[in-house]
């Protein structure tokens, strides 16, 4: 993609531990996306930011999903007292025009 | 309920082999996408369908959007092994999220 980067790339959690998880988009990103991606099926929608502004949550799964982008650059996911079902890949995407760039994504494994 | 229907869910195949994969709905769209996701990457976007009838070529990928903008299907001549990934169809819900379908898992073997 047009160079986002996630980090870490791999997070092994223990049931109940706080993560936290980083997306930097490129410069110019005004747009900001996260997406859940379960083993073997899309990509699923959890929230969007414009600038700072969180303008959608509409997909966080839980009160234990946490998102913030307080300079209008990075963003940070977090997720509280984390669960087996937790386990995925969370993908963050920047917007240029109509098309999102998305990162690697970081792999969590919530044992 | 999933709104975009992505058909087969896996395809595996020999190099060489030409192969059609499928995104249903019942739904209009005013577009669709295609992307590609190879393991360990994030979806990297192949082509946006907006006419209906309208058909698409990106090298030996072919790209169909229905005629009644309901559906579309990526055709792959002589399938070669780099062109292993999952395959995704996906649309631009209120022009933000994107909404992607289950996709079509494609290994092609040499």
């Known amino acids: 993609g047009a160079g986002v980067s996630q980090s870490p790339r791999y997070k092994v959690a223990k049931r109940g531990q706080d993560v936290a998880l980083r997306c930097d988009p490129i410069s110019g990103h005004v747009s900001l996306f996260w997406y859940q991606q379960a083993l073997g099926q899309g990509p699923e929608f959890l929230t969007y930011?414009?600038?700072?502004?969180?303008?959608?949550k509409s997909g966080l799964p839980s009160d234990r999903f946490f998102a913030e982008r307080p300079e209008g650059s990075v963003s940070t996911l977090k997720i509280q007292r984390t669960q087996q079902e937790d386990s995925a890949v969370y993908l963050c995407?920047?917007?240029?025009?109509?098309?999102?760039?998305f990162g690697p994504g970081t792999r969590l494994l919530v044992l | 309920t999933q709104l975009l229907e992505q058909s087969p869910q896996f395809l595996s195949i020999q190099e060489g082999e030409n192969l059609t994969v499928y995104c249903n709905s019942s739904?209009?769209?005013?577009?669709l996408q295609w992307y590609r996701q190879e393991p360990g990457e994030g979806p990297v976007l192949l082509v946006t369908?907006?006419?209906?009838?309208e058909v698409k070529k990106l090298k030996r990928l072919t790209f169909q959007f229905g005629d009644a903008r309901k559906d579309s299907s990526l055709h792959i001549t002589a399938a070669q092994p780099g062109d292993t990934g999952l395959y995704l169809c996906?649309?631009?819900?209120?022009?933000?999220?994107?909404?992607f379908g289950k996709g079509t898992t494609l290994s092609v073997s040499s």
């Open positions: 739904s209009v769209f005013s577009s």
């Open positions: 996906a649309y631009n819900q209120a022009g933000t999220a994107l909404i």
């Open positions: 930011f414009q600038n700072e502004a969180q303008l959608d």
């Open positions: 995407a920047g917007k240029v025009g109509e098309t999102q760039y």
């Open positions: 369908v907006v006419t209906g009838g």
